[in-house]
């Protein structure tokens, strides 16, 4: 019998134990043991438990995260933020919460706490049964020779006290072809802070990607000071590298060792959580989608990652045998990040902050998707358009 028949039997049979004489309850209980094979004292305290009687339901303490109110907005918090793990969830929901009750209804007092109190493991628990895995791309770094002598690796870490030293990448969106021409993206990240900022080119030719970082040092809120890059031929160029040394104050240029992706660890994780995830793995080969990317990218990308995501940062490594144990702080924003750093000025803080006052996380979500329905509208009109031609 397996373990459903076998509770079965027994709350067929535990309240005629319980009201039988001793002799009738031996024979009861040696009935119950021959047939579900138990332990004649374990027979015997299951028999008398009064939790597993057809009143009372399982054993153990009552389900705390199992209400459909909490579960909901959970759910929800969740999902518009990009379906982040949950420990930055933990982080991310104090965020969130405040603005929770302006786009849906307002949650009772019980559910806020639930909210505010569950740990990461719980909610992993709670979003078991939701989550999806997804596929990954292709990997499209081509090496640049002209420049490798003249532009040092990075061998040694940067004062990462300082903001403004960033990490460079581009991503593809070729689909499931790398013949002719197709939109890419280009991120940077700050160390420190993990500010992070994208922009769409069109290919990866060199003038392209400088007009697009000339752009985004417009937005971050800090003066570049180390820029680190691959091997790719859109970063190893004269054109980068004379906007980097014909300034003022010099801007570190160096590049990773090939084939070494984690010596840009910090703009390799962004790659996903700030392009895959907006972008999926589609084939943009539309010139007209630039200007409608680098739209959302500027402005409701920008603040909804950089002000309403939280992210960590690992502070301790160390190896114990053949394996390492590492150590993050808490998770922040960004936004949160630069407010802390004393390298940054007063008056780009409360520009900032005025900034900040005025966001709410659920509408900018919801002006990412309404974004995001026009560029892809505007990429299955390019392909209906192609395919007839």
């Not at 997804?134 to 040694?156: A, D, E, F, V, Y």
């Not at 840009?264 to 793995?281: D, F, I, P, T």
Request: proline share 5%; with cysteine.
């Amino acid at each position: 019998m397996g373990k459903k028949e076998n509770r079965v039997y027994l709350q067929a049979i535990a309240r005629r134990y319980r009201r039988a004489s001793r002799i009738a309850k031996g024979v009861i209980l040696d009935e119950f043991c021959s047939v579900c094979g138990y332990n004649r004292k374990y027979a015997i305290r299951i028999l008398n438990h009064d939790l597993l009687s057809p009143s009372k339901g399982h054993p153990g303490r009552s389900p705390v995260y199992r209400d459909n109110e909490f579960l909901t907005a959970l759910k929800r918090i969740w999902f518009a933020s990009d379906q982040m793990c949950s420990k930055k969830l933990v982080g991310a929901i104090r965020l969130w919460l405040p603005f929770y009750s302006k786009t849906y209804e307002p949650l009772t007092p019980v559910t806020r706490k639930k909210l505010l109190t569950i740990s990461s493991a719980s909610i992993d628990r709670a979003l078991q049964p939701t989550r999806v895995k997804l596929h990954k791309g292709r990997c499209m770094t081509r090496p640049g020779t002209l420049l490798r002598n003249q532009i040092p690796i990075k061998t040694h870490h940067w004062d990462v006290t300082q903001p403004g030293f960033v990490e460079a990448d581009t991503v593809a969106h070729c689909g499931n072809s790398i013949a002719g021409d197709f939109v890419w993206s280009l991120t940077l990240t700050d160390i420190l802070t993990t500010w992070t900022e994208n922009r769409a080119t069109w290919g990866k030719g060199s003038i392209g990607v400088l007009d697009q970082i000339k752009d985004i040092e417009k937005y971050i809120p800090f003066a570049l000071q180390g820029f680190n890059c691959d091997n790719g031929s859109e970063f190893l160029n004269y054109h980068l590298l004379r906007y980097f040394s014909d300034r003022p104050k010099v801007v570190t240029f160096s590049r990773s060792r090939p084939y070494k992706k984690n010596d840009n660890a910090h703009v390799e994780q962004k790659n996903w959580s700030h392009v895959r995830q907006l972008l999926g793995y589609d084939r943009l080969d539309s010139p007209e989608l630039i200007p409608l990317i680098n739209d959302l990218y500027t402005n409701e990308w920008s603040l909804y990652q950089n002000h309403f995501c939280p992210s960590f940062k690992l502070i301790e490594k160390t190896r114990i045998n053949s394996k390492y144990r590492k150590k993050y702080d808490k998770p922040k924003t960004p936004y949160q990040r630069v407010m802390e750093s004393k390298a940054i000025d007063a008056e780009v803080k409360q520009q900032l902050k005025s900034v900040h006052l005025t966001l709410d996380p659920f509408i900018l979500k919801a002006d990412i998707e309404r974004k995001l329905r026009h560029i892809f509208q505007q990429v299955k009109v390019t392909s209906n358009v192609r395919q007839r031609i």
